[in-house]
């Protein structure tokens, strides 16, 4: 009697007779305080706030700062550990580099992967893992793409500026940054600055100084996007928010941000797609399939929200006039 006595308490102890609770991964593509995920992941805990008792364990690849084969052990590493998961019912995936660590372990299998955030198309990815008929699901992954209202963001800067002229895309040359060129890109295919734009493409510290003075010093450069996401400077590398005073002391011009984190950085704004309503439909989504949907159910969507925002402080740095009829199209306002 005392011998099950005792293999009971010792259970009890350890959990190890208790079913472990349903677990959920969220993996991260760059690090807990990064601009553009942080708000992803904040919203994708909020949707799943009502599934109660489950366990929501966070992993963050750092890929803006670890070199390809460090992420790509991070990637594994966390992959091992969800592979040994019991009672999992979904990964969620913030950005691209986490979409193709899940891709790599988990395309075709049963855990159902919900993507939020991904720059590079749905289309392209589907060249490589064929998950997709259409936009619809045909394996285990769906999720949410970042579609960047670049033609709205092109009206709203007409409304500013009587007289635009050319439009630079300042852009660092690793993954991140090469693949939201294309993606700017791609959509500026379909206004009428497609013959307007001016490439600034940067690898190190010594790239970004020579392409800061030429973007000031061009009078026929009326704005441009800052995309240096991740480039080499002279003992680490440097992202968007170590090089963002630079870029602002520097450039005297409209630096309009694809995202509304980038204007919490001291960039002017314009038209940015909602990171935080992104991830909280990409949580919905992967709420509803634990609940019982299926993955086919939930087309690939673009995102659907997005905000006119602008820095006050960054218009006055630059010596732009806003008025209240113009401030009154702008749904955010950071002073």
């Not at 609770?21 to 995920?37: H, L, M, R």
């Not at 919900?114 to 992954?141: A, C, D, M």
């Not at 996401?229 to 409209?254: C, E, F, W, Y």
Request: charged share 30%.
């Amino acid at each position: 009697m005392w011998k099950k006595l005792l293999i009971l308490f010792t259970c009890l102890l350890l959990f190890g007779c208790s079913q472990q609770k349903p677990t959920i991964y969220i993996i991260a593509s760059y690090d807990e305080q990064d601009v553009c995920g942080a708000p992803q992941v904040e919203s994708v805990k909020d949707a799943l706030k009502e599934l109660k008792d489950f366990s929501i364990k966070e992993f963050y690849l750092d890929a803006r700062r670890l070199s390809k084969e460090q992420m790509q052990e991070r990637c594994d590493r966390v992959a091992q550990e969800i592979k040994t998961t019991k009672n999992l019912k979904a990964i969620i995936t913030i950005d691209d580099a986490a979409m193709q660590c899940a891709a790599k372990h988990f395309m075709g299998k049963k855990v159902p992967v919900v993507f939020s955030g991904i720059n590079i198309t749905p289309e392209e990815y589907n060249k490589k893992y064929q998950f997709l008929k259409g936009r619809t699901p045909i394996k285990n992954f769906t999720g949410v793409y970042e579609y960047l209202f670049i033609k709205r963001q092109f009206a709203l800067l007409e409304i500013l500026v009587k007289d635009v002229k050319n439009i630079a895309v300042l852009y660092s040359t690793d993954l991140v940054g090469e693949t939201l060129k294309n993606q700017v890109l791609d959509e500026i295919k379909a206004t009428p600055y497609n013959d307007r734009i001016i490439l600034y493409p940067v690898s190190d510290i010594k790239e970004l100084d020579k392409a800061i003075k030429e973007i000031a010093k061009r009078k026929d450069i009326t704005t441009y996007f800052p995309l240096v996401i991740s480039i080499q400077g002279k003992d680490k590398r440097l992202t968007l928010q170590d090089v963002a005073p630079d870029l602002q002391k520097n450039i005297k011009k409209i630096d309009l941000a694809i995202n509304k984190a980038f204007v919490n950085l001291g960039f002017f704004g314009g038209v940015s797609v909602d990171f935080y309503q992104m991830g909280y439909r990409t949580g919905e989504i992967a709420k509803a399939i634990i609940k019982g949907k299926k993955v086919s159910d939930f087309d690939v969507e673009d995102a659907q929200k997005y905000v006119k925002i602008i820095n006050l402080k960054r218009a006055n740095e630059i010596g732009l006039k806003i008025d209240d009829k113009i401030m009154s199209i702008f749904d955010e306002v950071v002073k």
